[in-house]
């Protein structure tokens, strides 16, 4: 007979077989891969958003305040009417104390698509269904100064953009790239169907080109955003944003700014107005949803695999005490018992983390989507995800089995 088995098989009270053991482990196990299945993705989702967040978005957010602002039709018929009323804005917006600079726009970066508009390089035959497509914005001379936008080549736009000027663009250093790789676009002409101020059908000259701006979200790639810039007075639009630069707290002229639009068209509302830095922190938030939610559970589960090695362990103990009183009578010292434990505990945990890891694997290539310049098998997340996780599994077992190498062989062998 194997003494080791039939000491615990027979031990006095027990009740307890080695295949409910055998369950009960296996339910700890369970337990600790789920919980290293939902650390793992924890920390991904950690790192995904920790790289989000040092993403430049191409722009300067901080002292930016930015609302929307919509002309009637009625009162605002054509172009010059409206390029009209927003030089008029400008000029009183950049009399207020504490204004920098003004510019409108129509779309803010990091909102999506407004206009997007099929083009093609003059000169180049390109068949109209297979023609790229570029995010189209209208902005004011000021634009790229206020947003702080950078010129890599070339010039920004200025006041002699003007409707009676030759019509001219700023394209983004993606749009370079693309279409103009190894070469100088400065010169060179687009030619575009439409605007968001009508037909345009016609050669833009590319005078400048600036740097990258997120369209879209932080987390979007650098060839996927190709931008033109066309002079406001040039494609006047009814509907824009303002963006006004500031000395200080750009909340603090909120009321003057909303003053200025007041005494140029009493009818004429803001809406969505507050600071760009709100915008950025808006763009990385389904990020932090899944984050907090994803991390939730991770605590949750760690939680309850520590909860569940304890309990199983300190059960076994309890159980096991006739057993240990005999062990300790044949000689067996406390630190032995204490290892024997520690021992068991710590198989345990090392199958559920060995079974976490596979599950993770799968998990992880799932989350794919939702992570950011981090690998879904990033080795330094599974090393520390394991590691707290062996941590943990250890300091559960280490009372129950400290507690089992404090019994005393007299009492429990005598009752």
């Known amino acids: 007979m194997d003494l080791n088995d039939t000491l615990k098989d027979e031990a006095r009270g027990s009740g307890a077989s080695r295949e409910r053991r055998r369950l009960r482990n296996a339910l700890v196990i369970g337990e600790v891969a789920i919980a290293f299945c939902l650390l793992t993705g924890a920390a991904l989702l950690l790192a995904s958003l920790a790289r989000l967040l040092q993403v430049d978005p191409g722009f300067n957010p ?33 009399a207020l104390p504490g204004v920098q600079q003004v510019a409108f726009s129509t779309d803010l970066p990091l909102r999506g698509w407004a206009f997007g508009v099929p083009f093609q390089v003059a000169g180049r035959m390109v068949e109209n269904s297979r023609r790229p497509f570029a995010h189209l914005q209208s902005v004011t001379s000021d634009y790229f ?55 345009k059908s016609t050669a833009w000259e590319i005078v400048g080109v600036c740097g990258r701006v997120k369209v879209q979200d932080m987390a979007e790639a650098a060839t ?14 009814s509907q824009s944003w303002v963006s006004v630069r500031t000395s200080g707290d750009p ?20 809406t969505a107005m507050g600071p760009m830095d709100v915008v950025l922190q808006r763009a990385s938030g389904p990020a932090r949803f899944r984050l907090r939610l994803f991390g939730a559970l991770a605590v949750l589960g760690f939680l309850l695999s520590v909860v569940g090695i304890y309990s199983v362990r300190a059960y076994a103990v309890e159980q096991r005490q ?54 879904p098998s990033d080795p330094l997340v599974f090393t520390g995800s394991a ?10 077992s280490f009372l129950p089995a400290r507690a089992a190498a404090k019994v005393d062989p ?5 009752r």
């Open 145 to 199: 100064a206020t947003l702080q936008i950078p010129m890599l080549r070339g010039r920004a736009l200025n006041d002699l953009d003007n409707e009676r000027a030759r019509p001219v663009l700023v394209i983004n250093q993606t749009l370079a790239e693309k279409f103009f790789p190894g070469e100088d676009p400065i010169g060179r002409h687009l030619v575009m169907d439409s605007g968001p101020g009508g037909p």
């Open 251 to 270: 909340m603090l002229l909120r009321t003057a700014v909303e003053g200025v639009f007041q005494n140029l068209d009493p009818t004429l509302p803001l």
């Open 322 to 375: 006739h057993e240990i009183g005999i062990r300790m009578a044949l000689g067996a010292t406390p630190r032995h018992v204490l290892q024997v434990f520690l021992r068991e505990g710590a198989w345990v945990v090392a199958v559920g983390i060995a079974l976490g890891a596979v599950m993770s694997l799968w998990l992880t290539r799932a989350m794919t989507s939702l992570l950011f310049s981090v690998q």
């Open 410 to 414: 007299a009492s429990v062998i005598t």
């Open 224 to 237: 996927r955003a190709p931008e033109v810039y066309l002079p406001f007075a040039q494609a006047a639009v």
């Open 62 to 94: 901080q002292k930016l305040l930015a609302a929307h602002v919509a002309l009637p039709g009625t009162r605002y018929a054509s172009e010059a009417q409206v390029a009209d009323f927003y030089r008029r804005a400008t000029d009183q917006l950049k």
């Open 387 to 396: 590691l707290l996780m062996a941590a943990a599994g250890v300091a559960a």
